[in-house]
Every structure is written in C-alpha cells, then in structure tokens.
C-alpha cells in the first residue's frame, strides 16, 4: 500500500481527497497499488468531517512518518509551501504539487533537491489544469526540439474576454460577472494582470528549454485597459483577442517570452477556446505542432492532474522522475525591444487629419476607421523598440497598440 499525506484541505486538496475517495479501485489498477491517505494537514477545524482522523495540524509528524512516501502539496503560496516542500524532498519523500508561483520560483533547487534524495517533484497540476501538458512535454514529446509554445492559460481572463467579445460587456461587467460565478477572485490581479498566466509559460519554457526562465524577468501585460472599442476593431478586421503566453526559441539560443493581450485571426485553433477552458500549443521540429485544449482549473479537473502524478510516482517507484532545468549562464530572455510583431496602433485623432503622417512613417498599411475622434492601423512587423520610436517621430497621441500573432 503507497500511502500519502495531503498538505492544504482548500478547493484542490478536497478534490484530492474526493478523487482518491471516488476512485479507489481502479486507481490501485493503474498505479499497481492501492493507494490511500494517511494525513491531511490544515490548520483549521475538520472535527465534523467524515474522516476527522486524518486531520493533523503539525507538519513534523507527516514528514517523520516512514510510511508516507508521497506528499501533496496544495496549499498554494511560498510560505510555508517552500520549506514543506524541502524538508520533504530532502527526507526521500516524493512531493506532487499545484502550486505553480512554488514551481516558477523554486522549480529548478526543488528538482534538483528530488534529483539527489532519488524521489520525485512533479506539477502536472500547476499549468492547464486538468489538462496534460507536462508530462507530453517531458515524455511524448521528448524526441522534438522545441520551438515554440502559445497559449490561453488562464480561464479567468478568457471568460472576461469571451463575454466582452459575444456579450458586449464591459471589462468591468465581465470582471463582476467572472467573480459572482467564482470564476475570479475577490482580489483579481494575479489574473487579470497577467502574472497567473507568466508563471504557467515560465514553467512550460523552462521544461522545454531546460533552462530557468524567472518570470519577473517577463514582461507581463493583463487585459485591464481592454476596451469594448479594441475588441470591436479587432472584429472588424477579423480578429479576436485573447490573453497569449508564448515563447519562441531565437536562432541565438535566447527566448523571446512574454504575456500580453494579442489579435489573433479567428480562424486559429486559439480563436474558438472560450469561457474558461484553456489551450496550449506546442511546436516541435518533429511533430510540428500539436494543440492541448480542455477546463484549465476547478476543483476535480486539478485535482484530476494531481492524482495521476501521484499514480505515476506509484507505479514507477525505485526510478525518479526526470524533469530538470537549471539556471543559465547570462541572460537568457531577449529585450522586449527586440520581439517582433506586426502591430494594431490606435491614435487620437480623425483619420482624415492623421492618415498623410502615418502613412509617411509607416509606410503602406491597413487603416480603419470607425470613430470620429480616432482611428486604427496594422504596421508591418517590426522591432517593438523601432514601433515606439516611430511613434515619438509623430504628432498624434498613441491611445494604445496590440501585438497580433
């Protein structure tokens, strides 16, 4: 019997618990094993639950039990997430985890520390869900240099831009309508400002690369300046927008990574994942590209990825998890200057008044005009750093710009 004790009793740990619960008997078939739960650590009062036993308040116990061998980490946070996880590793005992913020912070000491104590660190949980993602890139995947990886990864913020786009909603009205159905957080920021999503094209870079991509060296961009207007140009010029994690290996061995709003043709595979569901798109030089899609969070599909890492871990005792990356030697990110794109610009003023000039620093583009006090263009692709200075050589205001994929 593989027994394990789980850390955190919120939405993901119940879902744990639920799974295991629910699916006794055909989890102990896959896993070879019958898998059961020894410890649930919390630090609040469980005394009414059916199971109240399980309940402990002090981490020394789960962690000195010689027979506990795998840990579930889903408490979320770095403290005390960070040492828990440590001081576990270093024991010998295998840790499953959700928290991605842990993952993208400390993923390469804590594979290292797996690596050395000959058990495992694994995440599947902390990017996409119930999706799989990392293992494909770590197993299926693993013949492919990998090129790129594109992706819709966090729900919340495509249920918000899903509603501005088919409803016509406001972000605002998006946003409260995202918070009363439980999709968005009282305190929204981690979403909608983009840091939810860095974290989660961190880690999948990282693995791809085998190099650590620290993610407040990203440059991160949320949707909450989107406007009903941005999304009606969008439309017009046949595009929607979606909030992209992407990453794209440079000839130079450099990444250009980041996380920002972007026009995307609504014939992409990207363009159809609304609501919360998330997508993931990875190119490899082998398989070219391959598209995961499917409930990027909620309770059981997480705590679905959870699971199967403990069952794999289970199955494949004696023989650690293989998933390493390490820091690089000098910067490995490229300058946000030096991405390109072609660029929707928006400028504050008629286009009548405007279009000789643009057309003069810019050149021959795609105009659009559909308000009286400003108008729309599509450049060619260019340097971010040549756009910006392009734009202080003229003598109208940039309200804003998107990038387009």
Same mark, same amino acid.
């Given at each position: 019997?593989?027994?394990? #004790?789980?850390? #955190? &009793?919120?939405?993901?740990? +119940?879902?744990?618990?639920?799974?295991?619960?629910?699916?006794?008997?055909?989890?102990?078939?896959?896993? /070879?094993?019958?898998?059961?739960?020894?410890?649930?650590?919390? $630090?609040?009062?469980?005394?009414?639950?059916?199971?109240?036993?399980? &309940?402990? =308040?002090?981490?020394?116990?789960?962690?000195?039990?010689?027979?506990?061998?795998?840990?579930?980490?889903?408490? #979320?946070?770095?403290?005390?997430?960070?040492?828990?996880?440590?001081?576990?590793?270093?024991? @010998?005992?295998? %840790?499953?985890?959700?928290?991605?913020?842990? %993952?993208?912070?400390?993923?390469?000491?804590?594979? !290292?520390?797996?690596?050395?104590?000959?058990?495992?660190?694994? &995440?599947?949980?902390?990017?996409?869900?119930?999706?799989?993602?990392?293992?494909?890139?770590?197993?299926?995947?693993?013949? =492919?240099?990998?090129?790129?990886?594109?992706?819709?990864? =966090?729900?919340?913020?495509?249920?918000?831009?899903?509603?501005?786009?088919?409803?016509?909603?406001? &972000?605002?009205?998006?946003?409260?309508?995202?918070?009363?159905? /439980?999709?968005?957080?009282?305190?929204?920021?981690?979403?909608?400002?983009?840091?939810?999503?860095?974290? !989660?094209?961190?880690?999948?870079?990282?693995?791809?690369?085998? !190099?650590?991509?620290?993610?407040?060296?990203?440059?991160?961009?949320?949707?909450?300046?989107?406007?009903?207007?941005? %999304?009606?140009?969008?439309?017009?010029? @046949?595009?929607?927008?979606?909030?992209? #994690?992407? +990453?794209?290996?440079?000839?130079?061995? !450099?990444?250009?990574?980041? %996380?920002?709003?972007?026009?995307?043709?609504?014939?992409?595979?990207?363009? +159809?994942?609304?609501?919360?569901?998330?997508?993931?798109?990875?190119?490899?030089?082998?398989?070219?590209?391959?598209?995961?899609?499917?409930?990027?969070?909620?309770?059981?599909?997480?705590?679905?990825?959870?699971?199967?890492?403990?069952?794999?871990?289970?199955?494949?005792?004696?023989?650690?998890?293989?998933?390493?990356?390490?820091? *690089?030697?000098?910067?490995?990110?490229?300058?946000?200057?030096?991405?390109?794109?072609?660029?929707?610009?928006?400028?504050?003023?008629?286009?009548?008044?405007?279009?000789?000039? $643009?057309?003069?620093?810019?050149?021959?583009?795609?105009?659009?005009?559909?308000?009286?006090?400003?108008?729309?263009?599509?450049?060619?692709?260019? *340097?971010?750093?040549?756009?910006? *200075?392009?734009?202080?050589?003229?003598?109208?205001?940039?309200?804003?710009?998107?990038?387009?994929?």
């Amino acid at each position: 019997m593989v027994k394990i #004790g789980i850390i #955190g &009793f919120g939405v993901v740990g +119940s879902g744990v618990y639920e799974v295991i619960r629910k699916n006794k008997e055909s989890i102990a078939r896959k896993s /070879g094993d019958e898998i059961d739960i020894k410890y649930i650590l919390d $630090i609040r009062d469980f005394s009414s639950h059916e199971e109240s036993h399980l &309940f402990v =308040n002090n981490f020394d116990r789960m962690v000195a039990d010689d027979e506990i061998s795998i840990i579930v980490e889903t408490m #979320g946070g770095l403290d005390p997430a960070y040492e828990y996880t440590k001081r576990a590793l270093s024991c @010998g005992k295998s %840790v499953v985890t959700s928290n991605k913020e842990l %993952v993208a912070t400390y993923g390469d000491e804590l594979l !290292k520390i797996a690596y050395d104590n000959g058990c495992s660190y694994l &995440f599947e949980a902390s990017v996409g869900g119930g999706i799989p993602i990392i293992r494909p890139l770590n197993q299926c995947l693993a013949a =492919n240099e990998i090129g790129g990886i594109t992706g819709i990864l =966090n729900g919340t913020t495509n249920y918000i831009l899903t509603q501005m786009i088919k409803d016509g909603q406001s &972000f605002e009205e998006a946003l409260k309508d995202a918070q009363d159905l /439980g999709y968005a957080e009282r305190n929204p920021s981690a979403d909608v400002d983009g840091h939810d999503a860095c974290r !989660k094209i961190c880690i999948l870079t990282s693995l791809a690369t085998g !190099k650590k991509i620290e993610y407040k060296k990203v440059y991160t961009e949320g949707i909450t300046n989107i406007t009903l207007r941005n %999304v009606e140009y969008a439309g017009k010029l @046949g595009y929607v927008i979606k909030l992209i #994690g992407m +990453s794209r290996v440079c000839d130079s061995g !450099k990444v250009n990574v980041m %996380v920002a709003p972007m026009m995307i043709l609504k014939e992409h595979p990207l363009a +159809s994942v609304e609501g919360v569901n998330n997508a993931i798109m990875v190119d490899g030089n082998a398989i070219g590209s391959a598209m995961f899609y499917g409930p990027g969070a909620g309770k059981l599909p997480t705590a679905s990825a959870v699971v199967a890492d403990v069952i794999d871990i289970a199955k494949n005792r004696g023989s650690e998890n293989r998933l390493l990356w390490v820091k *690089a030697d000098g910067e490995v990110i490229i300058p946000q200057d030096e991405s390109q794109f072609k660029y929707f610009v928006r400028v504050g003023a008629p286009y009548a008044e405007a279009k000789a000039q $643009i057309r003069e620093v810019f050149g021959e583009c795609t105009c659009i005009d559909l308000y009286e006090d400003e108008f729309g263009f599509v450049t060619n692709e260019i *340097a971010e750093g040549d756009l910006k *200075a392009k734009f202080a050589s003229l003598s109208y205001k940039v309200i804003d710009f998107t990038r387009i994929l």
